[in-house]
């Protein structure tokens, strides 16, 4: 299986040992020469003002947009959840692909950044939000809340997307990576419940 | 639950910068082309290092004014400078929610013996080095992200080099070394024996190591990517050029392409001048700033 990670900057390493450690193959996007083929996608964490910048010159959003509406399973953390939100408070809409509003930084600056419990799915651990952005609002009932950290909506799911506002490459726990490893598996026939 | 400035937190911030461009600005003008331009930070100072360093006299902590004016101007994290071993200009930095504390040899040092505590504040620390041994004695007081030390303000990369070559050197000593050789290596590195046992379980450095001091074009920013820095620090190189916001865009594609020569050239053509440099050898040693931290 090969994963598809976006690389223009950010946390994509930390994901690239996420999906060895599962024993499928990282590719490191960059250029649209390396999105053939790919089982699954995955955008990272990092900041989305610098990846929307750096894609004026790739040129590769057209293609990865495509690529996640064919159904292929796509996974989003924190700056890339904000690239795939239908609507972005103090940012750009890039990759429209889940009903949600979205707000940078919502939670303040890097001296509010914590680590907080999250239900992900029916697990509970501690992730890192790293001036993480907040899901404000659900726009349509397509979209599934799938992980909470107090009463913060901090991870939905849109048929094939999964989109969170932490890090669970961070933590590569057992319990996310024995649901990254069947989210993939699963391929386009990816539930949506 | 909910706790706020774990080490997790603060090295997982170094983490989303990785292979991204930091920049150096002196107010909000500058901060917002940086933004503009693909910069994954800035780092907010009175006067970027070439100034200081043809000013002369003491450098210190710029004016809360400054600070607060780019804190206010862009939405991507924003750092600034305190002295060596100056812990209360840190502590108002904290106070004002800075996004990353360099404790940084540019500035005049202000103990020269000890480094901050830096294991005590909310906000991170980013750390100069020049050897192992430096990088581990920083991220042992708490650092969460080393740099380079290069030789700042000057346009000139050979330090950089130096410094990132002898990193490397001495990381894979470490990380090729058997278990009871680790003593003997901290005694020869001045590195202390809980930061190379973490670099050993880790099979890395335990923290992001940008590329810092006398980057100044599309070219020196590749070069440090391909020798393996995680990502670029530019000072003095953006806005003492030209055109700075073409060349801090140029630098910034050149970041993440670090491995296409085709593309490099590419973003090299047509660039204006960059700043003018200085040859490293006309410094005398009390102009290397990089001989600043202990």
């Keep these: ?193 | 639950m909910k706790i706020e400035s774990t080490d997790k937190v603060k090295k997982g911030l170094a983490e989303m910068l990785k292979g991204g461009v930091i920049m150096d600005v002196v107010n909000a003008e500058q901060a917002v082309i940086a933004e503009k331009s693909g910069a994954v930070a800035v780092m907010a100072l009175e006067r970027i290092p070439a100034d200081i360093r043809a000013d002369g006299g003491v450098a210190r902590m710029s004016s809360v004014g400054v600070i607060q004016e780019v804190m206010d101007s862009v939405s991507i994290p924003v750092m600034a400078k305190a002295r060596i071993g100056h812990f209360v200009e840190a502590q108002i930095l904290d106070s004002l929610g800075i996004d990353f504390i360099d404790e940084s040899e540019v500035l005049t040092p202000a103990d020269e013996v000890n480094h901050i505590n830096k294991q005590t504040f909310k906000a991170p620390f980013v750390c100069g080095a020049t050897d192992i041994g430096e990088a581990t004695r920083r991220i042992a007081e708490g650092a969460s992200m080393i740099r380079t030390k290069g030789e700042a303000g000057t346009g000139n990369v050979v330090e950089a080099v130096r410094h990132m070559r002898t990193i490397t050197n001495q990381l894979n000593e470490v990380l090729t070394c058997d278990e009871n050789q680790l003593v003997a290596l901290g005694k020869k590195f001045g590195a202390p024996l809980n930061v190379l046992q973490q670099i050993k379980e880790q099979n890395k450095l335990p923290v992001v190591n940008f590329a810092a001091g006398g980057i100044a074009t599309p070219a020196d920013a590749a070069l440090m990517m391909q020798l393996g820095c995680d990502g670029v620090f530019v000072g003095s190189g953006i806005f003492k050029s030209g055109d700075p916001a073409e060349r801090a865009e140029a630098i910034v594609i050149a970041t993440t392409n670090f491995n296409d020569p085709k593309i490099l050239g590419e973003v090299s053509k047509d660039l204006g001048e960059p700043m003018v440099g200085i040859n490293i050898d006309t410094l005398s040693e009390e102009e290397k700033l990089a001989k600043r931290g202990w």
């Design chain 1, 1 to 193: 299986m090969k994963v598809g990670i976006l690389s223009f900057q950010g946390s994509f390493f930390d994901h690239s040992k996420s999906i060895e450690t599962i024993g499928y193959s990282p590719v490191f996007i960059k250029h649209d020469t390396n999105i053939q083929d790919l089982d699954a996608l995955i955008l990272p964490g990092g900041e989305s003002t610098a990846m929307n910048k750096i894609n004026n010159y790739q040129n590769i959003f057209n293609d990865l947009d495509i690529l996640i509406k064919s159904g292929i399973p796509t996974l989003s953390t924190c700056a890339g959840t904000i690239l795939l939100a239908n609507q972005v408070v103090g940012g750009n809409i890039t990759i429209p692909n889940i009903d949600i509003q979205i707000t940078r930084n919502a939670y303040g600056r890097q001296t509010e950044s914590f680590e907080g419990s999250v239900s992900f799915f029916d697990n509970e651990d501690i992730y890192c939000f790293i001036r993480a952005p907040k899901i404000t609002q659900l726009l349509s009932d397509d979209v599934k809340v799938i992980a909470k950290h107090d009463s913060d909506i901090v991870g939905v799911q849109q048929k094939n997307i999964v989109a969170l506002t932490f890090h669970p490459e961070l933590n590569n726990d057992r319990y996310y990576l024995d649901w990254l490893h069947n989210f993939i598996k699963e391929g386009k026939n990816v539930r949506t419940f």
